[in-house]
Nanobody, 121 residues
Framework: QVQLVESGGGLVQAGGSLRLSCAASGRLFSLAAMGWYRQAPGEQRELVAT???????NYADSVEGRFTISRDNAKNAVYLQMNSLKPEDTAVYYCDARIATAYPPVYNHYWGQGTQVTVSS
């Protein structure tokens, strides 16, 4: 069984910063790409940022230059540093990871439970 546990959400004023963390635990044979998605009320879930196992990153245009994704492979963790936050960044943020639980590796997507980020104007 695999668990992804997020932390670090909260309420912040526009222009402020937050750092999200997500740690994977359980039966982990191999972690491939990890990432962050978000879903605002009434909207579809959208990609925020992803990072491969070797550190290659990809960002949504809306967060490029403001958010930074990173990972610590020794801790099976991924982070999202969010700076210059805007009210439109308000959403539930979900951690995502592609994980293989045994050999030979077959990768499946796993999701965290989500953490609320609210940016006030």
């Amino acid at each position: 069984q695999v668990q992804l546990v997020e932390s670090g959400g909260g309420l912040v004023q526009a222009g402020g910063s937050l750092r999200l963390s997500c740690a994977a635990s359980g039966r982990l044979f191999s972690l491939a790409a990890m990432g962050w998605y978000r879903q605002a009320p009434g909207e579809q879930r959208e990609l925020v940022a992803t990072i491969t196992s070797v550190g290659r990153t990809n960002y949504a245009d809306s967060v490029e230059g403001r958010f930074t994704i990173s990972r610590d492979n020794a801790k099976n963790a991924v982070y999202l540093q969010m700076n210059s936050l805007k009210p439109e960044d308000t959403a539930v943020y979900y951690c995502d990871a592609r994980i293989a639980t045994a050999y030979p590796p077959v990768y499946n997507h796993y999701w965290g439970q989500g953490t609320q980020v609210t940016v006030s104007s």
